[in-house]
């Protein structure tokens, strides 16, 4: 019996040069991780340190989406927060009469979803894509886990919050939606914690409190003593 021997030749690699460009999702500049993100130093939320951003990075998954993509409805059931990572977000609102109108338009490295899902409530906006755009998705239950273990991230969100009315050039109008034992649920901490470090603030001219209405009376002051 004659036995042939057949070479099966290796399938040539493509060798990529080195002036060729890689095409992404819709030609965006796609962020990888949280640690390697551009704007960790612009935004006070992501500017953490290293084990807290390696920590948000294992709960977020990131996709893009296109032009005109809603991310979440007015009204909808908070499933988590979005990290715009770039490109812009319309977050708008319908009136009595039906008409929807934009609230504002959240920038890279914003957060959007965040009240709702910090209060469990419905989504208060709606939130859509105004070009291409790459955002990170963090579930509500693993989001409120990862604040509870990473106490340098639990107060930031006071300002990082949607802004109300302006109150001057200088001031900071917010929605507080939490109650004292709400945020110390959220920080692992109790209402009498809370309730003095929001005394103490208050006494050191940092932030004035009328009912719902949180004004930070002087942000970069607080932004400091967070990061500090």
Request: aromatic share 6%; hydrophobic share 40%.
């Given at each position: 019996m004659t036995y042939q021997l057949h070479v099966?030749?290796?399938?040539?690699?493509?060798?990529?040069n080195a002036d060729t460009t890689v095409k992404t999702p819709y030609g965006l500049q796609v962020i990888e991780s949280c640690l390697t993100c551009p704007l960790v130093k612009d935004r006070i939320f992501c500017d953490l340190s290293r084990p807290a951003l390696a920590a948000l990075d294992s709960i977020s998954s990131s996709a893009t989406y296109p032009k005109?993509?809603?991310?979440?409805?007015?009204?909808?059931?908070p499933r988590g927060v979005f990290v715009i990572c770039n490109s812009r977000v319309k977050l708008s609102t319908n009136s009595a009469g039906g008409q929807s109108l934009i609230v504002r338009i959240a920038e890279p490295g914003e957060i959007v979803g965040l009240p709702g899902t910090l209060s469990g409530t419905t989504y208060e906006l709606t939130a859509e894509a105004l070009e291409p755009v790459q955002a990170n998705f963090i579930p509500r239950?693993?989001?409120m886990q990862y604040l509870k273990?990473?106490?340098?991230?639990?107060?930031?969100?006071l300002l990082d919050l949607p802004p109300g009315s302006a109150a001057n050039s200088?001031?900071?109008?917010?929605t507080l939606t939490l109650t004292h034992k709400e945020i110390g649920e959220m920080i692992g901490a109790s209402r009498e914690t809370v309730t003095r470090l929001f005394a103490s603030f208050k006494r050191e001219?940092?932030?004035?409190?009328?009912?719902?209405?949180?004004?930070?009376?002087?942000?970069?002051?607080l932004a400091s003593m967070l990061e500090g």
């Open positions: 099966i030749p290796a399938k040539k690699r493509r060798i990529m005109d993509a809603v991310l979440f409805v007015e009204g909808q059931e239950n693993a989001f273990d990473n106490g340098e991230a639990a107060p930031r969100f200088t001031q900071v109008r917010k001219g940092l932030i004035e409190v009328h009912g719902s209405a949180l004004i930070i009376s002087n942000p970069s002051q």
